[in-house]
């Protein structure tokens, strides 16, 4: 027997944290105006007032200060949970955690832990101003020591942020914010897929579309446009960035020949780079043509009108397709 429910991913990550909270008091959230405020996409909201004020704490406006805090609490046995207001406010706190935070375990050979959530927003499509619609994400799966995932749907919203609580090394939790209001249908009870597997969401026969976080939304667009001109695209959704599950991702190439992968994130050194690389290095022989990749530019992310032509959009996608059906 299954309980399910619809609802945005805001309220299934909200929901996910509330689970965690009950099933251990030593989680702990931290970060500016998650309190009362419940923060500035109300993820948290509720949940000091059912908790309390000493385990969801509002912070000072220091974010190498919320990092270098948590790094203390997760010594000391707490399993603390960071949210950053937004993607590019990360920047003040990228030292604590790619110098501390991602080496810690290592540096003392496995026997210190270190079960850190660090909660981000991240990608575009809300028109908002610099330093609010970027993807860092590329940063992150650079460091070793850290894992990286992003859900893209409600469902995997509400448990992947409870695995990436239990894990004992540091997550960054990457939200695609313009999928937090999108309702979808969440399983209370029963959980599809652990935390770092990639999945087909779409089957297809003529090309793998792959992408992750807000992309899959936009690649499933392109896959049924696709179809009405005849062409059959499988679409994966990465969910997990480091590590990468290539099972999925080879499987289907093998079978369609051809793949694309999107992103918000610039193209040059990015997880795209890395992924096409890496397919093309062990399906080499089922490829009928290049991987091919479509980003965002190698440029800052635009003011918010000019947002359209910076991000990946079901056109540029298909437009990659065409030339991969035309090898």
Not at 76 to 90: L, M
Not at 106 to 129: K, Q, S
Not at 155 to 173: C, G, K, R
């Amino acid at each position: 027997m299954t309980d399910t429910t619809t609802m945005p991913m805001s309220k299934a990550l909200n929901a996910g944290l509330r689970a965690a909270m009950q099933r251990d008091d030593h989680v702990l959230l931290m970060g500016e105006d998650i309190g009362p405020l419940g923060g500035v996409f109300r993820i948290t909201e509720g949940l000091q007032a059912e908790f309390g004020d000493r385990r969801v704490i509002d912070t000072p406006l220091a974010e190498s200060g919320i990092i270098g805090t948590a790094i203390g609490l997760a010594m000391g046995g707490f399993r603390p949970v960071c949210e950053i207001q937004f993607d590019g406010f990360v920047y003040p706190g990228f030292d604590q955690i790619t110098s501390q935070l991602a080496k810690i375990t290592n540096r003392h050979e496995g026997a210190m832990r270190m079960p850190v959530v660090i909660r981000i927003p991240y990608g575009g499509h809300i028109g908002a101003i610099e330093h609010h619609q970027e993807s860092p994400e590329a940063y992150f799966t650079h460091t070793p020591g850290l894992r990286v995932v992003s859900p893209s749907t409600p469902n995997d919203a509400y448990w992947m942020i409870q695995d990436a609580i239990l894990s004992d090394d540091p997550v960054i939790f990457l939200e695609p914010k313009s999928r937090y209001w999108p309702k979808g249908e969440v399983d209370l009870t029963s959980q599809a897929l652990p935390l770092h597997a990639s999945r087909v969401v779409r089957r297809g026969t003529d090309v793998t579309l792959v992408g992750h976080g807000a992309m899959v939304a936009t690649l499933l667009q392109a896959a049924a446009l696709a179809e009405s001109e005849g062409v059959s695209a499988e679409v994966v959704d990465l969910r997990s960035l480091s590590p990468v599950d290539y099972g999925p991702i080879l499987e289907s190439v093998r079978r369609t020949g051809r793949m694309v992968y999107a992103q918000e994130a610039p193209g040059f050194t990015s997880l795209g780079s890395e992924i096409a690389a890496t397919v093309a290095e062990q399906a080499f022989y089922a490829l009928e043509a290049p991987v091919l990749r479509v980003s965002g530019f190698d440029a800052p992310f635009p003011p918010a009108k000019l947002e359209g032509t910076y991000l990946p959009d079901p056109d540029r996608i298909l437009e990659a397709v065409d030339r991969a059906l035309a090898y």
